[in-house]
């Protein structure tokens, strides 16, 4: 065989070994990133368990106000941080997306189990803190709606709990029945929206401004 | 689809790399060449065309005037030059340097036709005005076109005459692959370019094809081209040097490689059924596909870059538009979960193709038994120098498209 079709096996060869390698690190890769969700969805959903139980136990006590006002902020903001990382990360995926389907689901159950505790904290200890459901999805204006979310976050007393309104409409994808749900229950047809206190809607891309106007008048 | 581009760019650099390292591996050393002794040295004319030399006519037409060649001559061509070029030519006319006019320029191939039809020598040797070759090389390419007959032309490596800024540091990276590629290419027969900076052919094969096409920009590749269709071989001599002046502006280097790309997109076309035909044997089947996949992939290279600057840029906006500038968190579990969602199913196959490329570079620097001059250029030419190639590149389509007049510049 002459060198040039010698090379040229080699080189095939190589550059085959290259793709496997490549699809092999990705693989892992996924599977680093799903591990490291898993592992904080699961201190998170302990979170809350932990919470709902301590809640439920304490309901009657009269410290029961005093230890919802210490944990609920610090359980809330490692919730909207893990959602944050979840968006990130399943956009990566090279292989097969179910696992990032049941952890996304997971969080769903989640954040639908820590919203229903924050109002019933509401309600209970007559607190005027403000809540948000945020049904997004990959347009602009909802990507815009994040970072405007992300702000506010920061600098007030206000909890997210934000939601892909856009999975259902995928038949393939394992539907989110909280998410289903809550679509049905706010009547939610377009993203961004937000339901503020439960009660009022907005709906489209709403700017810091407008909206710091609309939730804390 | 970006991952799918993204892989396909790696993967067929990754393949052109190790290709061309194994037929490496198998070369044989053309550090050291001996230089041939003729009884009857073969009778040569130097044919040097110019047009607008002034600041280095008279350093070439020294170089060639000391040669100690015994049986040479010199038509040096002043293509209707608007500067101080033929007045400082016409000191060196003598016995030995026949100095030809052209009233009005008609170009490059026309200029060396004209030297062409004023000679009857054995071997000619085009040389550029802005160009210096060495003796040993004369010698050294005489004696393998005497050799082989079946040759149609010999090359020398090249080296620049001065590389003092860094444009012309930068290029002097570039030929020091070039001219290892060409040495590879050598050993594959596959050469397709037979350089203005020197290039030996023998007379009557160059007058039996009709001369040079003075309707071509790169006349030079359209010659090698045409000798191969003709069914002649190329070499090229990498142990001695012809030494040419770089282009010195990013504006001059543009117009240069505009033109070479343009020659090459003209040339490619006219010689199309030559692509993949097995009767031109690697010519044919390896190389001609290998000249058109480079460039369609130095350009996704651009394009990939520049959407990922898009990208970026946009996802920045998104961010001002909503709520302003942002400076970007710090610390280790950002470090940790940045490393994690880095995409690196394409980066570790482009970092290990980025390591096989840089191999190649010291391989073929350490071949040429040298050392990198400047590092900042050696470092231009190996993260960005694909950005400038591949905007000469567009610009030479775009000029194609829209049929823009062709020069010798």
């Known amino acids: 065989m002459d060198v040039v079709k010698e090379s040229m096996l080699k080189a095939s060869a190589f550059t085959l070994v290259m793709v496997l390698l490549g699809v092999l690190i990705g693989l892992q890769m996924d599977s680093v990133r799903q591990d ?10 302990l ?24 944990r609920i902020p610090e359980i809330s903001q490692r919730s909207a941080e893990f959602g944050g990382e979840l968006r990130a990360l399943e956009g990566q995926s090279l292989g097969d997306d179910s696992e990032y389907e049941y952890i996304r689901n997971r969080y769903y159950n989640n954040q639908l189990q820590l919203y229903s505790t924050v109002n019933q904290y509401k309600d209970k200890c007559g607190v005027n803190q403000t809540t948000l459901l945020y049904f997004f999805d990959d347009s602009v204006d909802s990507q815009r709606q994040g970072e405007v979310l992300n702000e506010i976050v920061r600098n007030r007393d206000v909890h997210v709990f934000s939601f892909n309104s856009e999975l259902n409409q995928n038949p393939e994808a394992r539907n989110s029945s909280v998410v289903e749900v809550l679509k049905r229950d706010h009547n939610i047809t377009d993203a961004p929206t937000l339901i503020v206190n439960d009660e009022e809607k907005i709906e489209g891309y709403t700017p810091t401004g407008v909206l710091e106007n609309e939730v804390f008048p | 689809m970006i991952l799918y581009i993204a892989w396909l760019l790696i993967f067929s650099s990754v393949f052109l790399s190790v290709f061309y390292l194994s037929i490496y591996s198998g070369v044989k050393d053309r550090r050291e060449e001996q230089i041939p002794e003729f009884e009857n040295p073969p009778s040569v004319t130097i044919l040097m065309p110019a047009y607008n030399e002034e600041d280095v006519v008279e350093e070439a037409l020294d170089s060639v005037r000391d040669l100690e060649y015994p049986n040479f001559k010199v038509n040096f061509i002043n293509d209707a030059s608007t500067d101080s070029t033929l007045e400082k030519a016409q000191k060196y006319s003598s016995e030995k340097i026949n100095i030809l006019e052209h009233e009005v320029n008609k170009g490059k191939a026309a200029a060396i036709n004209t030297g062409l039809e004023a000679t009857e020598d054995d071997y000619i040797v085009v040389q550029d005005a802005d160009s210096k070759i060495e003796l040993e090389l004369l010698y050294k390419a005489m004696g393998k076109m005497e050799e082989d007959r079946g040759l149609g032309g010999v090359i020398a ?31 594959m027969n596959t050469l397709n370019v037979t350089p203005g900076a020197f290039s030996i052919y023998r007379t009557q094969d160059v007058k039996d094809v009709g001369g040079f096409d003075e309707g071509n920009i790169t006349e030079d590749m359209e010659m090698a081209f045409r000798l191969r269709k003709s069914g002649k071989n190329f070499e090229m001599i ?39 035909n097995p009767k031109y044997g690697y010519f044919g089947t390896v190389q001609l596909p290998m000249l058109v996949i480079m460039p369609a992939l130095i350009l996704t290279s651009f394009l990939m870059v520049f959407t990922g600057i898009m990208q970026s ?29 880095m995409n690196w199913k394409v980066y570790v196959p482009l970092i290990l193709s980025l390591v096989i490329v840089a191999f190649i570079i010291k391989t073929a620097y350490r071949y040429a038994g040298e050392k990198p001059e400047n590092i900042g250029a050696l470092m231009f030419y190996f993260f960005a120098y694909f950005l400038l190639q591949s905007g000469f590149w567009v610009a030479a389509v775009l000029k194609e498209v829209t049929r823009s007049k062709k020069v010798w510049t």
């Open chain 1, 36 to 45: 490291h969700l898993s592992n904080d969805l699961r201190t998170s959903n």
């Open chain 2, 157 to 187: 490596s090249i080296k620049p005459l001065s590389a003092e800024n860094f444009i012309r540091k930068i290029q002097t990276v570039e030929y020091q692959l070039t001219n290892f590629y060409r040495m590879l290419m050598t050993e």
């Open chain 1, 47 to 70: 979170q809350t368990e932990t919470f709902v139980a301590l809640q439920n136990y304490i309901e009657d006590s009269e410290n029961y106000c005093e230890l919802m006002e210490t």
């Open chain 2, 238 to 276: 990498y142990s001695s040097s012809s030494y040419t002046e770089f282009p010195s502006t990013v504006k001059a280097l543009y117009n240069q490689r505009v033109r070479w790309a343009r020659g090459f997109i003209y040339n490619a076309i006219k010689y199309r059924e030559m692509f993949l």
């Open chain 2, 313 to 341: 840029l946009y996802s920045y906006f998104i961010t001002w538009s909503a709520v302003g500038f942002q400076l970007p968190e710090l610390g280790l579990d950002n470090l940790y979960f940045s490393l994690i969602s």
